[in-house]
């Protein structure tokens, strides 16, 4: 993963928010059981990843310099896709309710990226407005992304292929 593939923490966020969008609707069209599961597996452990990263690196970067109370709202949602995100991971696709709760994070997702994204008002706009460097945020991110990917790997954990759709800033 290059950090040129990303030109800032703000790009590399944004590709992950496209890999999720990208596994949900494969997981909408899937029909086996195997499938489901696999697919379900991905979303989770590429959501761990990217909740980590922004709550130890680019969440607290950015403290004190944009409103809190997007920032806490942000932590939040992240709240509610974990209990989402353990109950997929501890089920299977032939149990009551694991394509609904799949369903209902994938919503609560789509909100959270929406409010991320916002063009003027959305946590990205604000954060560029900031002083805080987004490209050594980047470099940052990357890393711990690299490490968390590394476990995730060691450990057999099933995750999305490297997209290789080069990002932009917004």
Known sequence: MAT?????????LKADHRTVE????????ARSADRKQKLAHEICNELKIHTTIEEEIFYPAFRGKIKDNTLDEA??????????VNDIEAGTPGEDFYDAKVKVLSEEIKHHVHEEEMPTEGMFAQC?????????LRDRM????EELLGEA??????????SAVHVLAA
Do not use: C, W
Request: cysteine-free; glycine content about 4%; aromatic content about 8%.
């Open 75 to 84: 932590y939040v949602e992240h709240d509610g896709a974990k209990i989402l």
């Open 128 to 136: 560029r407005r900031t002083d805080v460097d987004l490209i050594a």
């Open 153 to 162: 790997k060691a450990a057999g954990l099933p995750m999305a292929k490297p």
């Open 22 to 29: 990208d596994l949900f609707a494969q997981f909408e069209k």
């Open 142 to 145: 990357l890393a711990r992304k």
């Open 4 to 12: 040129s593939n990303f030109t800032d923490a703000i790009a590399l």
